[in-house]
Nanobody, 120 residues
Framework: QVQLVESGGGLVQPGGSLRLSCTASGSIVTIYDMGWHRQAPGKQRELVATISSGGTGDYADSVKGRFTVSRDNDKNTVYLQMNSLKPEDTAVYYC??????????????WGKGTLVTVSS
């Protein structure tokens, strides 16, 4: 099995910054794409950013220029640096990873989420 654990959420004022981390552990052979989604109250979960195993990032239009996704393959960890935060960024942020294990070629695993609240 594979587990993903997020950290770094919290309360921040508008214009502030936060850095989220997510570490994968378990029976991991290879991690392919990793990413972040978010779900605001009363809304559907939406893609925030993805990053390939080679480090190529892609972003939702709403966060381009403010958020940066990165990863440390040696640590099986993906990061989301969030700058210039806005109240509309308030959501539970979930990380995901496409993982090959000894028993499966590739499955998508999800963390349990970390809450980010942007408010004055």
């Amino acid at each position: 099995q594979v587990q993903l654990v997020e950290s770094g959420g919290g309360l921040v004022q508008p214009g502030g910054s936060l850095r989220l981390s997510c570490t994968a552990s378990g029976s991991i052979v290879t991690i392919y794409d990793m990413g972040w989604h978010r779900q605001a109250p009363g809304k559907q979960r939406e893609l925030v950013a993805t990053i390939s195993s080679g480090g190529t990032g892609d972003y939702a239009d709403s966060v381009k220029g403010r958020f940066t996704v990165s990863r440390d393959n040696d640590k099986n960890t993906v990061y989301l640096q969030m700058n210039s935060l806005k109240p509309e960024d308030t959501a539970v942020y979930y990380c995901n990873a496409d993982v090959a294990t000894p028993r499966t070629f590739g499955m998508t695993y999800w963390g349990k989420g970390t809450l980010v609240t942007v408010s004055s």
